[in-house]
């Protein structure tokens, strides 16, 4: 699933392992340093950290001195370093901290040159290759005593060695380097190994290998990143999931692993997707049924789905996805919305200017649909202008609606404020209601309007504008 997107959230997270895993670093080697500082491998300021980090990190000068000829800690071989040195080189085993090198070199009494080539490595690249040596993992009084034990407890009963290789390679170098090994991993075997660090009380490693694996998978293994148990405690990584979802019309595939608690962040996202994405989404679901948190993305794109070629097939052959389609837009029908969802239905699909329905089976579906809204609107039309509803219609449309509710056009909108009239001028007193508005108007200008008057007062408005 390679993408920019995919890629920022691995990068994001990498870094703040990494940070994270500095600090801890830093933070063992300031509460063992003290004790250890002597670098006695005997007694209770033992420490195994040090041998191990030490033996993995030196090189040159700097394992001569500390290690001696194969003989960690044989005191015939110790060079005496001063305590700031050494404990310098102790902080730079731990976290990759450069020592003072005119001081390590001094000390060591070499050049300046080699001492800073003793400590230029990257522990990641150190660490790579020291596993790389040792097949079975790393030593596990290294495991243990060095970090896990201290920074990790939970990790001591991990089955992280039942882990395929490439996965206990990625384990081993968090551990001891921060970061992911260079070894090729399968989608699957990140999962997995995601789910042992989760569940033994690493959430933030556990987070970075699912978005490892969400960043290098392929569209068909969208779902099982999806179903993951990590992922689903994961907003960042759903959030990036539904985003890939809404960019790709491949991503109705993923749409029965999608939580129903992530169906309303589902329908937010698909707003912003291409109207054909959103159609694709629908005919996926139409089935099963369509979840009401996508009701709203259905009611406000039922113009612009049925606009596309695809809409267009689908109304043209009467598909039952028109029908679903319809269906939503009646359950989501109130008074706010009726006078513009009338307009949709006309306008914009019914009688639109590029492309008039033909009739058939959806055109009747569609009919049927406006003679409920109509006749929702006349026992609510107080309601819809008092939401000043009717004010944003185009004229035709106005028009076309104060017919079908027998009443005057000006009297759908919300007139700006008047001043008083006398209380004797009959046109006071009378109620604004539908019987008491019609008695203003003229036998032939009442009556419900055929759609063919529809045309003509639509093209009259859009000729006098």
Same mark, same amino acid.
């Given at each position: ?17 990494? @940070? ?21 491998? /005997? ?63 001094? @000390? ?146 993923? =749409? ?88 949709? =239905? ?17 055109? /009747? ?46 009297? =759908? ?12 001028? @009959? ?28 045309? =003509? ?5 859009? @000729?006098?504008?």
């Amino acid at each position: 699933m390679d993408g920019a997107p995919q890629a920022d959230l691995r990068r994001e997270r990498a870094q703040a392992v990494r @940070a994270a895993w500095a600090q801890d670093l830093h933070t063992l080697c300031r509460t063992r340093s003290g004790a250890d500082a002597v670098w006695r491998t /005997d007694g209770s300021g033992a420490c195994a950290a040090h041998t191990t980090l030490v033996g993995v990190r030196a090189r040159g000068a700097v394992r001569a001195a500390l290690l001696g000829h194969k003989r960690l800690f044989r005191s015939a071989y110790h060079v005496a370093l001063p305590l700031p040195v050494l404990e310098s080189v102790l902080a730079w085993a731990y976290t990759g901290a450069v020592p003072d090198v005119p001081a390590l070199a001094r @000390a060591l009494g070499c050049s300046e040159v080699d001492a800073r080539a003793c400590v230029a490595a990257e522990p990641a690249h150190d660490w790579c290759a020291y596993v790389a040596a040792h097949p079975r993992g790393a030593p596990r009084d290294a495991w243990h005593a060095a970090l896990v034990s201290v920074r990790w407890p939970a990790m001591r009963t991990a089955p992280w060695r039942a882990l395929p290789r490439a996965a206990q390679r990625h384990v081993v170098s968090l551990l001891y380097a921060g970061c992911l090994a260079s070894t090729p991993c399968a989608v699957h075997e990140l999962l997995a190994c995601a789910d042992v660090l989760h569940a033994h009380a690493w959430p933030q490693a556990a987070q970075l290998l699912s978005a490892a694996a969400w960043a290098q998978a392929a569209p068909s293994e969208a779902r099982s990143v999806m179903t993951h148990a990590v992922a689903c405690d994961d907003a960042a990584l759903q959030a990036a999931v539904l985003a890939w979802m809404c960019s790709s019309e491949a991503g109705a595939a993923v =749409l029965p692993a999608v939580p129903r608690a992530l169906h309303g962040a589902l329908g937010a996202q698909l707003l912003t997707a291409p109207p054909s994405t959103r159609l694709a989404f629908i005919e996926a679901l139409y089935t099963s049924g369509v979840p009401s948190a996508l009701h709203p993305m259905v009611a406000a794109s039922f113009a612009a789905m049925l606009g596309t070629p695809r809409g267009q097939a689908l109304l043209a052959c009467s598909s039952p996805v028109v029908d679903v389609l319809v269906s939503i837009l009646l359950t989501t029908l109130h008074a706010e919305s009726a006078p513009a969802l009338y307009a949709v =239905l006309v306008g914009d699909v019914m009688l639109a200017d590029e492309q008039p329905l033909a009739p058939g089976r959806a055109w /009747d579906v569609l009919e049927q649909a406006r003679r409920t809204v109509v006749q929702y609107l006349r026992h609510h039309w107080v309601a819809a202008r008092a939401a000043r509803a009717f004010d944003a219609l185009p004229a035709w449309c106005l028009k076309e609606l104060a017919a079908e509710l027998d009443l005057e056009a000006q009297a =759908l909108r919300v007139a700006p404020a008047q001043a008083p009239a006398p209380a004797s001028d @009959a046109s006071s007193v009378r109620g604004m209601t539908s019987a008491g508005l019609a008695q203003t108007r003229a036998p032939e200008q009442r009556g419900p309007a055929s759609l063919y008057a529809a045309v =003509l007062n639509k093209s009259a408005a859009r @000729a006098g504008a």
